[in-house]
């Protein structure tokens, strides 16, 4: 019987002979990326052994780099960033890596997830079979608790295969070498002071590593990692909306099969709090209420000054006017959207991206701009700044644009107050690094 390195070997033997061309060979690039990283590789030959790992494939997803598939046993590794690693972007190496340990957890928590999906599963059927109301908060909650551990988990799985690589590189390795080696990953959980010569690196509150600069699952590392991984990256609107389109087939498909025998069945009322599931903003299937509780609009009181009326500049009534100051930012947006979508929405998904901290175009991540899942999903440069509409709920155009007056006016106001600080300050030397 071959042994998990033999296992290992021809894995990606199969992957380097499929993927080799007369100027790239992404399945080199692979293998080396795994043997030079020994705690990576120690993990792969653990999965190959317990049966949960069995060939590598392509990734053509645009700009992803891995991803594990627990059904398959594949893990799918992208051909283009192998090719660039390969041409010498340090960077992008050291992102797989962080990616591959990632991925590898899933790996190791493959049961786990089976498990899950068995459970959601189940608990969905019953539901629905069940008389009317059919809740299905419970469910959604403890399911992205469970998805939610799982991540988190891999995530610093992910987080520990990069930091034994830099340590392993060079033994006296700080936190601004890890920073330095991955800036796009660690610049979620690393906070840079550049005020400071020199400049300081420190793990974001609720955060502690170790002197080996790994990160242990301490009950406050993983309440961190939830806050800085899962939830800035939108993972619950992302797994319970999936949860959601899969209770919402298989509602219509129990009402289907319960009108065959009574033509006249009533279609049961179906319900879940998104709020205290802990994903608000996921997109709700027709037919499935929210209900959550909303915010009541605010009642100025007595004596309050009455809110600012937001006029319009002339020839500039809305951001699809050249003169209006959004324009270049919209056009961005509606050139990567389908024209299905109507162009209040698109207006609507970029204030809700202005608000979310992506105020300029320049803060957009265009690749990742488009519509999911029937929703308007706008990605930041920076990560860890996405947000994601229904387009079905954009206010009309003529609201957006009033709203997008009062960010604008907004964004002058504090743009001027900091060109006052700056003209009252005492001038310093600015520092590099």
């Keep these: 019987m071959p042994t998990p390195q033999e296992k290992l070997d021809a894995m990606l033997d199969a992957y380097q002979a499929t993927h080799k061309t007369a100027t790239t060979d992404p399945g080199k690039q692979l293998r080396e990326l795994i043997e030079t990283t020994p705690g990576l590789k120690a993990t792969f030959l653990d999965q190959i052994d317990k049966g949960r790992l069995e060939k590598f494939v392509p990734l053509a997803t645009p700009g992803a780099l891995g991803t594990y598939n627990a059904y398959d046993k594949a893990m799918a590794v992208s051909v283009d960033q ?30 786990a997830r089976l498990a899950e999906d068995r459970t959601l599963e189940a608990s969905v059927r019953r539901i629905a079979a069940g008389p009317s109301p059919h809740d299905y908060t419970d469910t959604l ?113 129990a009402l289907r099969t319960a009108r065959i025998a009574d033509p006249t069945r009533a279609a049961p009322e179906i319900r879940v709090n998104l709020k205290e599931v802990g994903a608000e903003t996921a997109p709700v299937p027709g037919g499935i209420t929210d ?8 009642t100025p009181s007595v004596g309050d000054p009455p809110a600012p009326r937001i006029e319009a500049a002339p020839g500039a009534i809305d951001p699809r006017t050249p003169g209006h100051p959004d324009h270049a930012y919209f056009q961005l947006l509606r050139d990567r959207l389908p024209s299905s979508v109507p162009d209040n929405a698109v207006a609507y998904a970029m204030l809700q991206a202005k608000q979310d901290g992506m105020n300029e175009p320049s803060k957009v991540n265009p690749s990742e701009v488009g519509l999911v899942g029937g929703r308007i999903w706008i990605s930041g440069n920076t990560p860890g700044f996405r947000v994601g509409v229904d387009p079905a709920h954009a206010q009309p155009m003529e609201q957006v644009a009033k709203d997008l007056g009062v960010v604008q006016q907004g964004q002058e106001h504090t743009r001027e107050q900091q060109r006052q600080v700056a003209q009252d300050a005492p001038q310093v030397a600015a520092h590099g690094r």
């Excluded at 660039?84 to 340090?90: C, L």
């Excluded at 991925?103 to 493959?110: G, K, L, P």
């Excluded at 209900?291 to 605010?298: D, F, M, V, W």
Aim: proline share 6%; aromatic share 8%.
């Design 82 to 111: 192998l090719n660039d690693a390969a041409r010498g972007n340090v960077q992008t190496a050291n992102s797989l890596r962080f990616t591959l340990g990632h991925e590898i957890d899933h790996a190791v928590t493959r049961d």
């Design 141 to 253: 909650k403890a399911y992205n608790e469970s998805v939610r551990s799982r991540e988190v988990g891999a995530e610093i799985a992910g987080f520990n295969a990069l930091a034994g690589y830099v340590k392993g590189k060079n033994p006296s390795a700080t936190l601004k070498d890890m920073y330095d080696a991955s800036p796009n990953d660690m610049q979620m959980y690393v906070n840079v002071d550049l005020s400071k010569t020199p400049a300081t690196y420190t793990p974001k509150p609720g955060l502690t590593l170790g002197a080996d600069l790994s990160m242990a699952s301490t009950p406050e590392n993983i309440a961190g990692m939830g806050k800085y991984f899962y939830e800035a990256t939108g993972y619950p609107e992302r797994k319970v909306g999936q949860a959601l389109g899969f209770i919402a087939s298989v509602e219509q498909e």
């Design 291 to 298: 209900t959550s509780p909303r915010l009541a609009p605010s």
